[in-house]
């Protein structure tokens, strides 16, 4: 039931994670947490920060699990990792976006990613090694993303395809006129 809920929260936050930085007049802090313009990278935002906001809920309840911290790492992985994967391949054919595919893929990757955390959970196995990767693998993608919104790798998935610009510098403000 955990999980369920967990889904619907990361969902929920994650949609309104897409307009944040809009609502905050352009806040530089909520700039590393929310999307700041349309790159595929920038909308995986709305899956990595709502989710390890969950992740502090969850544990209150799983604090106690030796698979937490590596539960929760690969089901984020999943889930930044499903998002892309259909994105490239129905618009490899498509030739452009859908915004309802979009969407589904969003929640697939989320639900799937929750299906995933759910399963490693259950495991009655202990071992350091999976929990350490688990942290550190979850501090890796923290920092990496923060970090490509005001340094951006000049990577196709940090790329804004409205104006071919990367990270802060790619926002368009047209929204604020």
Known sequence: ?????????????????????????????????????????????????????????????YSGNPNFFFARFMSLFAMISIIPIIFYTYTRFTKKPILIVDILSFIVAIVAGQAIFYGLIQLNVSNMVLDHIGIVGLIIIFFTFMMNTYAPAKEFLLEDPTNHKYGIKAHSHKHNK
């Open 1 to 61: 039931m955990l999980e369920i809920i967990g889904a619907v929260f990361i969902i929920v936050v994650g949609c309104l994670n897409h307009f944040v930085y809009d609502w905050t007049r352009h806040n530089k802090f909520v700039g590393y947490f929310a999307a700041v313009n349309e790159s595929t990278w920038e909308h995986l935002k709305l899956v990595v920060f709502p989710t390890l906001a969950w992740m502090l809920v969850e544990y209150h309840f």
